[in-house]
């Protein structure tokens, strides 16, 4: 799945699109035991993919780069991204949700 990116902010490049080998079969996670509503963490789905290109499928951060068709740069820093909002919604307690928090605005209102 090819899926296009939007840059944050008004000036620069517009980045590079993002080649999606799976496209998530969920929109999010909750976690359980979890007092009040606390605000979910939202995971872009191509800091998904390259997650689970690295850590899952155990390639190196070259080699997803090709698969997804950007930089090996690129596939660090949706690495970290990822790891970073994994870590603070395990820590914290807050659910994950997969999109943007447009996406999922969308989604929720057609649902």
């Not at 944050?8 to 496209?23: A, C």
């Not at 007092?35 to 070259?62: F, H, I, N, T, W």
């Not at 068709?69 to 994994?86: D, E, I, P, Y």
């Amino acid at each position: 799945m090819y899926r296009r990116r939007h840059r944050h902010g008004q000036r620069g490049r517009m980045p590079k699109p993002v080649w999606l080998g799976v496209i998530p079969p969920i929109t999010g996670l909750d976690p359980v035991g979890t007092q009040g509503k606390p605000d979910p963490v939202y995971l872009e789905p191509d800091e998904l993919e390259a997650m689970r290109l690295v850590d899952l499928e155990g390639l190196s951060q070259e080699e997803a780069g090709e698969r997804m068709g950007v930089s090996r740069g690129t596939v660090w820093r949706l690495l970290q991204s990822a790891r970073r909002k994994t870590a603070q919604a395990l820590s914290e307690g807050r659910p994950i949700r997969i999109g943007t928090p447009l996406q999922q605005t969308c989604l929720e209102e057609n649902a």
